[in-house]
């Protein structure tokens, strides 16, 4: 009797055991493996008039873009409001994981833009892409011989692009986006017969999400690269007042001891330091590469030049917009009406403000100023059609397919 229950018993484990590597060997259909049919309906894919899935293998790698791991931070200057515009008050909001330029857009890439455009784009919108020189034009100042060299001079090739608008960014990013998307695509040597013109439709998995400029919480984020102090789970220890830590500007380490580590205006007048003995080495922009990058491998993030970002400008958007994937496209809950503008100035027929729905927010400092906006919280303003020698900008673009 015992021995045919031992009999029964050890048959009944190999039983249990063939059904736990049964189950363990069934995987779950994902994205890129989805399996040959429907978990849905059975139906096979890919057959003759069935649904058909083009091969995917994950979002392709975008040129010059790191990858920026999402999380939740603190937004907001953890300086003094020097200003006392109190339109960067701290508040605990989540990213979700995006690319991010490692570096600014630069002249080069500029020029390689208006060298493609004016091959298929009418005078008038090559004109409208040219970067305005003349922002180097100062009446008190002779900074004119950057006027003419400082796009097109080959030594100033891997300096960031200036005089470019906020409507000119995203001009280009709209381009970068169509000659990147046709390059992968004749990599991957597919063939989908779409008319010239129209967008590479997304479901052959082959083409990249579109560049973008980022929005102003994700440039926050990334400049803030708080991942570099993430010592023990789920807590912050430490935030930053600048990309890097610690509370000054110089590097306190090793053989750069003592070097500022970013582009920015030491005091007034001076923009660089002392002949033979120079701190940050530019008196205007300087190298894309050129000082250490944060913890994420961004460089610039400070000082350089600003960097313009999506989002509109109101000084209550840190109260009013979303805690998960913030921006503010417009004016929503905070319209420009109630602002005493040009548009809808005040009842004696005068305006003490400068706040509509055509001001664009611009972040992280430039050569041309001091430490305190070099703070990633801080935040200013400008027409989004108007240009200067000290903003330029970066492209984003998101995580596609993930859900953190």
């Known amino acids: 009797m015992k021995k045919t229950w031992k009999l029964v018993k050890n048959a009944s484990l190999v039983c249990c055991g063939a059904a736990i590597l049964s189950a363990c060997s069934k995987t779950h259909p994902t994205s890129v493996n989805p399996g040959q049919s429907s978990s849905a309906t059975g139906i096979e894919y890919n057959v003759e008039g069935n649904f058909t899935l083009d091969e995917y293998r994950g979002q392709p790698e975008a040129p010059n873009m ?50 493609d455009i004016k091959q298929d784009s009418t005078t008038e919108f090559y004109n409208s892409s040219l970067p305005d020189t003349t922002v180097w034009r100062r009446d008190l100042a002779y900074n004119d011989p950057y006027v003419e060299h400082y796009l097109r001079y080959p030594g100033f090739r891997y300096f960031p692009v200036v005089g470019v608008s906020w409507r000119q ?36 998995g082959v083409v990249l999400p579109d560049f973008r400029l980022p929005t102003e919480a994700e440039w926050e984020y990334a400049a803030k690269a708080l991942i570099g102090t993430q010592y023990l789970d789920e807590n912050h220890t430490n935030q930053r007042i600048y990309p890097w830590d610690g509370h000054a500007t110089r590097n306190p380490y090793g053989k750069e001891m003592g070097y500022f580590l970013a582009n920015f205006k030491r005091g ?71 602002y005493d503008n040009e548009e809808y100035p005040n ?28 703070s990633p919280g801080t935040r200013r303003y400008i027409e989004q059609d108007s240009a200067t020698a000290t903003i330029g900008f970066r492209c984003a673009m998101i995580r596609a397919g993930t859900n953190y």
Request: charged share 25%.
């Open 66 to 115: 790191v990858y920026i791991e999402g999380g939740r931070f603190v937004m907001g200057s953890f300086e003094e409001d020097l200003m006392g515009t109190r339109d960067n008050l701290e508040r605990t909001v989540t990213v979700a994981s995006f690319y991010m330029d490692q570096t600014e857009i630069a002249n080069i890439h500029w020029l390689e833009y208006l060298f």
């Open 169 to 204: 960014a995203n001009d280009y990013c709209k381009w970068r986006t169509a000659v990147v998307n046709e390059k992968l695509v004749e990599e991957a040597g597919v063939d989908l017969n779409v008319p010239e013109g129209s967008r590479v439709p997304l479901e052959t």
């Open 268 to 338: 007034r007048g001076d923009y660089a330091g002392i002949a033979g003995k120079l701190n940050d080495g530019a008196m205007i922009t300087d190298y894309i590469y050129e000082y250490p990058p944060n913890d994420f491998g961004l460089y610039n993030m400070a000082g350089n030049v600003n960097e313009w970002v999506i989002d509109v400008y109101r000084p209550l958007s840190f109260q009013d917009f979303s805690d998960l994937n913030p921006i503010r496209r417009d004016g929503t809950l905070d319209p420009e009406e109630k």
């Open 347 to 374: 009842y004696a027929g005068d305006y003490n403000s400068l706040i509509t729905n055509e001001l664009r927010v611009y972040k992280g400092g430039s050569w041309a100023d001091v430490a305190y906006w070099l």
